[in-house]
């Protein structure tokens, strides 16, 4: 099947650093990738899509400038947090797409811990 | 009220015993995901389905499009079921559910 990977797996930083989160499609070309953060018991919410060579796209209430998202190829994505504080701590999954919302493949997850 | 219900949130079963999860969802959907995330947090797709039914090894997912309600069953589970599961609806845009958090106990 099909395989998202994300590095780092885990990570801890200090706050006022910048992280940055690998997705990538090892066996597939991912026209669209999407980021996901998850809080501890709570359900994902999607944060972008990014769709190769272009602009990701924002959910209402995500700061784009503070998540910085590139698509640089069909099997990269990457997730850039910005000034990253305490609040920012959390679980951020990518998905990796050849079509859509409907065949999505989940990458296994970074998380993040911010001092 | 959220756009993806699911129950219960939490389940504890017997090891053997058939376990179903329910979700019920007030959008407009084209297509239906149960996904199964396990306690390090990395997610599996288990099934998408739009209409009847799909099975895979225990797992048995069934959709009714009228009631707008899907359930995922789990035939003589195991303690290596124990994860969460989340079901999610493909609308305009993509609905998560809360999840049902399943132990299963040897």
């Known amino acids: 099947g099909a395989v998202v990977s994300q590095h780092p797996s885990r990570v801890i930083c200090k706050s006022g650093t910048s992280v940055k989160i690998e997705c990538r499609s090892l066996?597939?070309?991912?026209?669209?990738m999407f980021w996901y953060r998850q809080f501890p018991k709570q359900s994902l919410m999607l944060m972008a899509t990014?769709?190769?060579?272009?602009?990701?796209?924002?959910e209402q209430g995500v700061e784009k400038d503070k998540f910085l998202i590139n698509h640089a190829s069909l099997t990269l994505s990457t997730l850039t947090v910005t000034s990253a504080h305490p609040e920012d701590s959390s679980f951020y999954i990518c998905?990796?797409?050849?079509?859509?919302?409907?065949?999505?493949?989940f990458g296994p997850g970074t998380r993040l811990t911010v001092l | 009220k959220n756009e993806v219900e699911q129950s219960p949130q939490n389940l504890t079963a017997q090891e053997g015993e058939f376990i179903t999860i329910n979700c019920s969802y007030s959008?407009?959907?084209?297509?239906l995901h149960w996904l199964q995330q396990h306690p390090g947090g990395g997610i599996v797709s288990l099934f998408m389905?739009?209409?009847g039914k799909k099975k895979h090894g225990r797992l048995i997912a069934t959709i009714n499009i009228q009631e707008k309600h899907s359930s995922l069953h789990i035939t003589a589970s195991h303690p290596r079921d124990s994860a969460v599961y989340i079901c999610?609806?493909?609308?305009?845009?993509?609905?998560f559910g809360t999840g049902t958090s399943l132990t299963v106990i040897p």
């Open positions: 998905s990796a797409s050849t079509g859509g919302w409907n065949t999505q493949y």
């Open positions: 066996d597939f070309q991912a026209t669209t």
């Open positions: 990014s769709n190769e060579g272009s602009k990701a796209t924002y």
């Open positions: 959008v407009g959907i084209s297509a």
């Open positions: 389905l739009s209409s």
């Open positions: 999610a609806a493909t609308g305009n845009q993509f609905y």
